[in-house]
Nanobody
Framework: QVQFVESGGGLVQPGGSLTLSCAAS????????MSWYRQAPGKDRERVAR????????NYADSVKGRFTISRDNAKNTVYLQMNSLKPEDTAVYYC?????????WGQGNQVTVYS
């Protein structure tokens, strides 16, 4: 079955960097675009970055543009999110998912906390 396993989150000070990884399985990864989402406490889940199946096209939310970089390795069935210049408002649980999504399934997510 479809599975997403996110990793790489943690605690970081403002201005710091983290790289998230998402290992996908249960479908033909190279045929699907992939996205990173985040959900902060009390807020709706929002998409922050998307990458096409081949990796050629990338889109970012305005709030992270210029600071976050999405990439993928189709040989490893893994998508990454490099996050630089982190801000307290980036604090959230981060999730990856395919585009289109595989039904209602989401992975467990990975907590990123940016603290002063």
């Amino acid at each position: 079955q479809v599975q997403f396993v996110e990793s790489g989150g943690g605690l970081v000070q403002p201005g710091g960097s983290l790289t998230l990884s998402c290992a996908a399985s249960g479908f033909t990864f190279s045929n699907y675009a992939m996205s990173w989402y985040r959900q902060a406490p009390g807020k709706d889940r929002e998409r922050v970055a998307r990458i096409s199946a081949t990796g050629v096209f990338r889109n970012y939310a305005d709030s992270v543009k210029g600071r976050f970089t999405i990439s993928r390795d189709n040989a490893k069935n893994t998508v990454y999110l490099q996050m630089n210049s982190l801000k307290p408002e980036d604090t959230a649980v981060y999730y990856c998912n395919s585009e289109p999504k595989m039904g209602a399934y989401w992975g467990q997510g990975n907590q990123v906390t940016v603290y002063s």
